[in-house]
C-alpha cells in the first residue's frame, strides 16, 4: 500500500514539474521572441541594422511613441530612446536566465530521458507560438523597411533639394510605403493561411462538443452535428481570410499603379525639361529614387 502512494505521489509531482517545465519554456520563447524585436529597435537606432556597415541613426516610431509617454524628460532624444531599448534588453536578459536556472532544476528532478523530454516539449511550444512567431517577424521588417526609407530620405536631404522636390519625394514615397506595408500584410496573411490549415485538423481533434450538442442522445447524429458546425466555422474563418487576401491584392496593385504613374510622370516632365531648374531633380536624387522603387 505504501508503495503505491509512493509511485502515485511521485507520478503527480512528475507532472507537475512537466506542467511547469512546459509554461517556463513558453515564457522563454515568448520573452526571445520580444527580444528580436528590441534588438532590432537597437540595431537601427544605432546605425547597425545592415551588416558592416555603419549607417545613420534612426529610432523606430514604436520607440520614440513610447519615451514620449513616458514624459521621459531628456536634453537628448537618442539618449532616452537609448536608455529605454537597453533597458528593456536587460529585462529580457533577466528573465530569461530566471526562467533558464528553474527550467534546469526542474531537470534534476526528471525521470527518464531529460534532454530528449525538454526538446518534446520545446518543439511543441514552438509550433503553437508559429502565429506570433510571424507576427513579430512581420513588425522587424516594418522597422527595416522604414529604416532604408529613412536612410535613403537623409540622403535625398544632402542633395540640397528644392522644396518642390522635397514635397515631390515624400509623395513618391507615401505611395510606394502604401504599397510595401500592403505587401508584407498580404504574405503574413498567406502564411497564417498556411499555417491554419496545418493545425486546424489538430484543432478539430482537440475541441471538445459544445454542451448543446451533448444533450442530443443518438451519438452518430450528435457527432455528425459537431462534424458540420465545425466544418461551419472552419470555413467562415478561411472564407475571411481569403476575402482579406483579394482586398489587399487588388490595394496593393492600385498603389503599385499610383506610383508607376506618379514615376512616370516625374521622369517625362525631365526628360522634357517641362519644369523650371530648381524644380527639377538631379541625376543623384533620381537614383535615390530608383533605390528606393526596388
Given at each position: 500500500?505504501a508503495?503505491?502512494?509512493?509511485a ?14 512546459a ?5 522563454i520563447?515568448?520573452e ?20 558592416n556597415q555603419i ?6 516610431t514604436?520607440?520614440?511613441t ?23 534588453l536587460?529585462?529580457?536578459k ?11 532544476n ?10 530528449a523530454?525538454?526538446?518534446?516539449i520545446?518543439t ?6 508559429e502565429?506570433?512567431?510571424q ?10 523597411y522604414?529604416?532604408?526609407d529613412?536612410?535613403?530620405?537623409l540622403e535625398?536631404l544632402?542633395q ?5 522636390c ?5 509623395h ?11 505587401r508584407?500584410?498580404?504574405?503574413l ?18 475541441v ?17 452535428l459537431?462534424?458540420q ?9 478561411v ?21 508607376n504613374?506618379?514615376?512616370d ?10 519644369l523650371?531648374i530648381e ?14 522603387a526596388d
Amino acid at each position: 500500500m505504501a508503495t503505491t502512494t509512493t509511485a502515485s505521489s511521485t507520478s503527480s509531482q512528475n507532472e507537475q514539474d512537466l506542467r511547469q517545465m512546459a509554461i517556463l519554456i513558453y515564457r522563454i520563447k515568448s520573452e526571445q521572441i520580444f527580444q528580436s524585436l528590441w534588438i532590432t529597435y537597437l540595431k537601427s537606432g544605432t546605425g547597425q541594422l545592415h551588416i558592416n556597415q555603419i549607417g545613420p541613426s534612426v529610432w523606430p516610431t514604436q520607440v520614440q511613441t513610447i519615451v514620449k509617454q513616458a514624459n521621459k524628460a531628456a536634453d537628448n532624444q537618442n539618449d532616452a530612446c537609448m536608455t529605454l531599448v537597453q533597458e528593456r534588453l536587460d529585462e529580457f536578459k533577466t528573465k530569461i536566465q530566471q526562467y533558464e536556472i528553474q527550467i534546469n532544476n526542474l531537470k534534476h528532478r526528471l525521470q527518464g530521458n531529460k534532454e530528449a523530454i525538454f526538446r518534446t516539449i520545446e518543439t511543441f511550444i514552438q509550433q503553437n507560438q508559429e502565429n506570433f512567431r510571424q507576427k513579430i517577424e512581420h513588425k522587424i521588417k516594418l522597422v527595416q523597411y522604414d529604416y532604408n526609407d529613412r536612410a535613403l530620405e537623409l540622403e535625398f536631404l544632402r542633395q540640397n533639394p528644392s522644396e518642390y522636390c522635397i514635397k515631390l519625394y515624400k509623395h513618391l514615397y507615401d505611395a510606394r510605403y502604401k504599397q510595401d506595408v500592403t505587401r508584407e500584410e498580404l504574405q503574413l496573411v498567406n502564411e497564417r493561411i498556411t499555417y491554419y490549415n496545418k493545425t486546424s485538423s489538430k484543432l478539430h481533434q482537440q475541441v471538445s462538443h459544445p454542451t448543446f450538442i451533448s444533450t442530443i442522445i443518438n451519438q452518430d447524429a450528435q457527432q455528425q452535428l459537431y462534424d458540420q458546425l465545425t466544418a461551419a466555422v472552419e470555413q467562415a474563418k478561411v472564407d475571411m481570410l481569403n476575402l482579406y487576401v483579394k482586398t489587399a491584392d487588388i490595394q496593393m496593385k492600385t498603389y503599385d499603379k499610383q506610383y508607376n504613374k506618379e514615376l512616370d510622370k516625374m521622369f517625362i516632365e525631365r526628360k522634357q525639361k517641362s519644369l523650371p531648374i530648381e524644380q527639377q531633380l538631379t541625376s543623384i536624387m533620381l537614383n535615390l529614387l530608383e533605390k528606393r522603387a526596388d
